[in-house]
């Protein structure tokens, strides 16, 4: 099936610790995004990429981190200076960013929650 | 600051019944205005993208409204179902960029 993957669907981190969310797409998309959703408030965008080998900062990327080696791949790391990392992370990808015909999807989404 | 408003924050209806969304932004340049269904623990699912020339976009019982003067859009559901029950999410696009509402979040009850 063509889509956007994203795993574990639930992951637990202890204070401290790094931990590192996969996102998968098997749609030829150049454009992966990563954004954090919490209670009330809009999706923030953290980071994302245009091209393999290229990422951009958003608006909230203190405390991650992410890498674009192959185009299918865009995985972040939540390191240990986000201070405030439980949330909801959702990862989406787009043929090209922005225009009209430009449609994004989402993948399901991983919770993390530290512990 | 680029900003995108949704009223009302929550909302309960009865199933059969019609419903409308708003979303009001401030957001320049305008490129499209998308709106996105999302069910509780899932990512989001586009519904319609609307660019600055369309006024309405239907997709099925959803119907999506632009007003580029106004920068107001609005979400029509009309004969609700139970399966409708989700946070409904507008979304402005300039240039690269997206901005998200904050959602409405929709109960439609039995």
């Known amino acids: 099936d063509g889509g956007i993957t994203q795993s574990p669907k639930y992951l637990f981190r202890k204070e401290g610790q790094n931990v590192t969310l996969s996102c998968e797409q098997n749609l030829n998309h150049d454009a992966m995004y990563w954004y954090r959703q919490d209670p009330g408030q809009g999706l923030r965008l953290i980071y994302y990429s245009q091209i393999v080998n290229d990422f951009q900062k958003g608006d909230i990327a203190e405390g991650y981190s992410v890498s674009r080696e192959k185009k299918e791949s865009f995985p972040l790391t939540v390191t240990s200076a986000q201070k405030n990392p439980t949330a909801f992370y959702l990862c989406?990808?787009?043929?090209?960013?922005?225009?009209?015909?430009?449609?994004?999807?989402f993948g399901q989404g991983t919770r993390l929650t530290v512990v | 600051k680029n900003q995108v408003e949704q009223s009302p924050q929550s909302l309960i209806i009865l199933e059969g019944k019609n419903c409308t969304l708003q979303c009001n932004y401030t957001v320049s340049p305008f490129s499209n205005l998308r709106w996105y269904k999302q069910d509780t623990g899932r990512g989001p699912v586009s519904l319609t993208i609307?660019?600055?020339?369309?006024n309405t976009k239907s997709n099925g019982r959803y119907t999506a409204t632009l007003d580029a003067d106004t920068k107001q859009s609005s979400l029509h559901i009309t004969a609700s179902q139970l399966s409708d029950s989700a946070s409904y999410i507008c979304v402005v696009v300039y240039g690269q960029n997206f901005v998200f509402g904050p959602g409405t979040r929709l109960s439609v009850l039995p």
């Open positions: 609307m660019t600055f020339s369309e």
């Open positions: 989406a990808s787009s043929k090209r960013t922005g225009g009209r015909s430009t449609e994004a999807f």
